[in-house]
């Protein structure tokens, strides 16, 4: 089924935004770092690196370095640094003290970098602790020479109140992917991508007492790697002794990761084409079901990340649903299909 035109309405308009703030900030003859390949199975964060990767090439930037948080390497980044280095953070929604990975990491790369321009790409923003908002807005100022990108509203407020930076608001660069044709017929009536994880609010998608016994369902995650996906992997962890030697920027293995990331967003593509309808509470699964066309209703994750995304940007989107009554999620669903299944016999 082609893309309505609500879908690729969404889609350009969002990547106009995205490429308004981006090609003020990072200019033509910028010598590229990108740092925080997600190197697990995640589809969403695959989509976002295949989106920044999208967006570089679209402007013929080249990427001069790259890394996971276990291969960063400060003095091999040193020795490439000129006067037009700019390091690009991986954007996502693990800004703050959920993924202390992640933000360890990331005080590194402001510590160890100070005064190089770094722009940190469009991320979602959660503390619960204030020390922790303390800490990182101490290494921001310290550093000098930072630009924060807010994927939504209300972490371009909480920017704005904490932090000393050069702020913009910017959609999630998942989007620069484009519209995706769906090859693949659905399965099911309902297919349920459940978050299985710390970020999880509820279980109501997946609360059986609630299913239209006259519908069939499936539910899963996305987070469980293919075979293939693991023999990639495999490949990538017994080669890092002569990849020391012979590709200490790691650009032999961006196209391996490019291509990683390419299987886990075909393995989500499948997934969520296999129902008719999707319900979610994962941000990308609304983001591809967008770029796919498949219509959708979403709940909020953990920490509101889903609907300040929803609300501030993809709120028009007629074949989307944000519900925030979890006890009507499956009357949604039901009410949805009835909706465009009339359009389409209208047709």
């Known amino acids: 089924m082609p893309h309505t035109q609500h879908y690729s309405s969404v889609i350009f308009t969002l990547q106009a935004e995205a490429r308004k703030v981006l090609d003020a900030i990072i200019p033509s003859d910028a010598h590229i770092i990108l740092l925080d390949y997600p190197n697990y199975s995640n589809v969403g964060d695959s989509l976002i690196w ?183 992997h495999r490949l990538e962890m017994h080669s890092g002794w002569l990849r020391k030697i012979v590709d200490p920027n790691n650009l032999l293995l961006l196209h391996l990761w490019n291509h990683l990331s390419r299987v886990r967003m075909r393995r989500g593509i499948k997934l969520l084409s296999s129902g008719r309808v999707v319900m979610t509470d994962r941000l990308h699964a609304h983001i591809l079901s967008i770029l796919i066309g498949k219509p959708h209703v979403i709940a909020d994750n953990s920490y509101g990340k889903v609907s300040d995304f929803y609300q501030t940007w993809t709120f028009r989107n007629a074949e989307s649903i944000l519900v925030s009554d979890l006890s009507r999620l499956h009357t949604e669903a039901d009410n949805l299909d009835s909706r465009l299944s009339s359009k389409r016999n209208e047709r």
């Open 50 to 232: 295949l989106g920044e990767i999208a967006y570089l090439k679209s402007r013929n930037l080249k990427v001069n370095y790259v890394c996971d948080t276990e291969n960063y390497n400060k003095n091999n980044i040193s020795k490439i640094l000129n006067k037009n280095s700019i390091i690009l953070m991986n954007g996502g929604g693990n800004f703050g003290t959920l993924w202390e990975k992640v933000h360890h990491f990331r005080l590194k790369v402001l510590k160890d970098f100070p005064d190089i321009k770094i722009i940190q790409l469009p991320q979602t923003a959660y503390f619960d602790e204030e020390e922790k908002i303390k800490e990182i807005a101490n290494a921001i100022r310290q550093q000098g020479n930072y630009t924060f990108l807010a994927r939504s509203k209300k972490t371009y407020d909480f920017a704005n109140k904490h932090f000393d930076v050069e702020l913009h608001i910017c959609p999630d660069m998942a989007f620069f992917i484009g519209e995706i044709s769906p090859e693949f017929n659905p399965k099911y009536d309902r297919f349920i991508l459940s978050r299985a994880d710390l970020e999880r609010l509820s279980d109501a998608l997946c609360d059986k007492t609630q299913f239209n016994q006259n519908l069939n369902y499936e539910i899963a995650d996305w987070m469980e790697a293919s075979q293939y996906e693991r023999f990639l």
